[in-house]
């Protein structure tokens, strides 16, 4: 299963059009999870105690986990996500506070290592930027240190069309140029 995690809000997301795309290009059925129709709950003292309760109990199964769940058998991952803001949607930093659970995409060595728990092997990371300052560490590098680093997905691909906004930028032909790229996956 192909896992489509929607960060885009603007109706004519330059991020969408791409990531659209990529999605055409990978086929095979898709789930998509439109990260603005969630209601994220408030990470709190609450939350976090009943949540770690859950984990402890391995209760994997309880509702609060159903993303998680979603995520660590997706087959392959696709998150479109703009650039703004010098980072992604705050959203999306929401959805992977909640997916990343102990015992269910990720657990712990003795040695307190984190082992990736999810079947994916790919993920691509989709994006686009208005300006030309875009450092990688403030949002792709961010979830492919998620990726590697705890679900275990080693093949972390970033597709970014950047400089769209700037004056005199050829902007259909910094999308054609992704495109490309996509075409080529």
Known sequence: MLLFINACVRRESRTKLLADA????????CEEVRLEDIAFPTVNEAFLAERDGLIAAEAFDAPMFALARQ??????????????DLSFPAALKQYFEQINVLGVTF????EGVPVGLCRARTLYYVSTA????????????YVRALAEGFYG????RLIM??????VGADKDAILAGALEEIAEI
């Open 22 to 29: 990529l999605l055409s290009r990978l086929g095979g059925p």
């Open 71 to 84: 995520f660590a058998r997706a087959e392959r991952i696709v998150v479109a996500a703009p650039y703004w």
């Open 107 to 110: 657990r712990y060595t003795p």
């Open 130 to 141: 208005g300006g030309a300052f875009v450092p990688e560490e403030y949002g792709f590098g």
């Open 153 to 156: 997905i080693r093949d972390v």
């Open 161 to 166: 069309a950047k400089g769209l906004d700037i």
